[in-house]
């Protein structure tokens, strides 16, 4: 079973959404950031639980660390897209 947030947005303080760009964080980027970052999962552990081989894993893993890391140092909101 998939995580599912409570929340879908994060972004920037003080700045209206409207006024923001975004970045769209996939369910299963969510999903892996989680296994990995948040439970302490190793790769391999995390991907067998996606049911993903674990070379699929680490693209999802890179691909939202990116998007998170963007949003950050650009001032950007995340979306966080709902399956």
Request: hydrophobic share 40%.
């Amino acid at each position: 079973m998939r995580f599912q947030p409570n929340v879908y947005y994060f972004k920037p303080q003080g700045i209206p959404l409207r006024e923001l760009e975004e970045v769209v964080l996939l369910p299963d980027e969510l999903e892996a950031i989680k296994l990995y970052e948040v439970d302490g999962l190793e790769q391999i552990e995390a991907s067998e639980k996606m049911k993903i081989s674990q070379p699929t894993f680490a693209r999802l893993l890179g691909s939202a660390n990116k998007k998170i890391a963007e949003a950050i140092i650009k001032g950007k909101a995340i979306k966080i897209e709902e399956k």
